[in-house]
């Protein structure tokens, strides 16, 4: 086992413990997480056959990246519970691990690697992220909602078209989209308009820049954004890391539509899923996902 913090290591390449989890454990994401917000010594802990990207705050070692901005946490590498139990068996007393954001297929890694060191674990379910199916055509998507789902989502469709004209996506990473999609999360009402200071902002910039990163904008049919979606595509998945639309026209359903274009793009690209990320929002159970559980494991050492 060798702690170091050299982000180029092969480490990265390995698979991760839980599938589809997009960029969270890759270098990117967590490279650019640490350089916009990290804190503390990171220490990337490694195998010949596994990887654990983590950091030490005070007392406690946490996988790299805040839970309110990494959707998902996993260990790479097919012998990660080896190295967990490694990693515990060397950390002095009193040290704490606080494991969020696991899917089950990774918090059974990490767990299983504390019993072989012989230190019990206590793992809850703290989070849920939604997960789509896409099926082979925006048609069969519709046709698997509820009566009452595909009704809605038609007629918020119809009304956005009536009012607006008919609503285009466009693919758009340049500064004037970036700079409309911050302007309309920053008119958001309470938490939402909040959350994007300029420390935020500069975050969100420098995410744009990684491979897969993707900004849509929904437009009107006079071309103005109404909406915009910041995500990760990868060749099977989509990943919706964040949205914003403009409040004013929230009787139009800017919103509603964005996701239900992203979805039909979504289809039309020939991806498996569309994943919604963290949270229990009950518009993308309405919209056909399904919960995925995200657990945390602890231990005092």
């Known amino acids: 086992m060798e702690i170091h913090t050299d982000w180029s290591t092969p480490g990265f390449s390995l698979e991760p413990c839980a599938p589809g989890v997009g960029p969270f454990a890759g270098r990117g994401f967590l ?3 640490w350089n916009q917000r990290g804190s503390g010594e990171m220490m990337l802990v490694e195998s010949e056959g596994a990887l654990l990207p983590l950091y030490r705050d005070g007392g406690v070692v946490r996988f790299l990246g805040e839970p309110g901005l990494t959707d998902y946490h996993t260990p790479r590498g097919q012998d990660a519970a080896a190295l967990v139990a490694s990693l515990a068996s060397s950390l002095p007393g009193g040290t704490s691990l606080s494991f969020d954001s696991l899917p089950v297929e990774a918090s059974d890694v990490v767990e299983g690697g504390l019993g072989a060191a012989g230190i019990a674990a206590g793992r809850v ?7 789509l199916r896409l099926p082979g055509t925006y048609d069969e998507y519709l046709a698997g909602l509820s009566s009452k789902d595909r009704h ?7 009304r956005f078209a009536a009012a607006l004209g008919e609503p285009h996506l466009v ?14 999360h920053r008119a958001a009402l309470g938490e939402k308009g909040a959350f994007f200071d300029d420390a935020m902002a500069s975050f969100f910039a420098a995410l744009l820049d990684l491979d897969g990163a993707a900004l849509d904008l929904l437009t009107a049919g006079d071309g103005t954004p109404v909406a915009a979606a910041f995500g990760f595509e990868e060749p099977d998945a989509y990943y919706l890391y964040n949205s914003a639309f403009d409040p004013d026209l929230g009787k139009v359903s800017p919103g509603v539509v964005l996701v239900d274009r992203m979805i039909e793009q979504a289809i039309a690209a020939g991806r498996a899923r569309f994943d919604f990320l963290k949270g229990d929002e009950a518009y993308k159970f309405r ?15």
């Open 31 to 33: 490279e650019t997480w």
């Open 287 to 301: 919209m056909g996902a399904e919960a995925r559980p995200l657990f945390r494991v602890e231990a005092a050492l």
């Open 152 to 158: 809605e989502t038609r007629r918020k469709r119809r």
């Open 125 to 131: 379910r703290h989070e849920v992220a939604a997960v």
């Open 171 to 184: 693919r758009d990473g340049s500064v004037g989209a970036f700079d409309a999609f911050v302007t309309m």
